[in-house]
Nanobody
Framework: VQLQASGGGLVQLGGSLRVSCVAS????????IGWFRQAPEKEREFVAA????????YYADSVKGRSTISRDNAKNTAYLQMNSLRPEDTAVYYC?????????????????WGQGTLVTVSS
């Protein structure tokens, strides 16, 4: 499975951004998709995850209410819409995929990773 994340960029405090993750190499609907992020000098942390068909989503407390994860299985693409962005949201955002059933938050449970896209929030 190959994952390609895109859509990062520079956004002002309070702004919005949507990052995308395109998957190839396997039936997209068989994959649970997760988003993680890593800020400079910090460990990678979970952001959000979505089940294979999309009805179940799971968010980190730090983004809950400000972010929405979604997917379009017909386009082999997952999205993370981020609103009310804060400087502490600045990080490289990675999408990941797993073959399991559950939308989980543990990085080690994901089998495939994309290269990341940088989101910078300026104050």
């Amino acid at each position: 499975v190959q994952l390609q994340a895109s859509g990062g960029g520079l956004v002002q405090l309070g702004g919005s951004l949507r990052v995308s993750c395109v998957a190839s190499g396997r039936t997209f609907s068989s994959l649970v998709i997760g988003w993680f992020r890593q800020a400079p000098e910090k460990e990678r942390e979970f952001v959000a995850a979505i089940s294979r068909s999309g009805p179940i989503t799971y968010y980190a407390d730090s983004v809950k209410g400000r972010s929405t994860i979604s997917r379009d299985n017909a386009k082999n693409t997952a999205y993370l819409q981020m609103n009310s962005l804060r400087p502490e949201d600045t990080a490289v955002y990675y999408c990941a995929a797993r073959m399991g059933i559950s939308a989980v938050s543990t990085a080690k449970d994901y089998d495939y990773w994309g290269q990341g896209t940088l989101v910078t929030v300026s104050s």
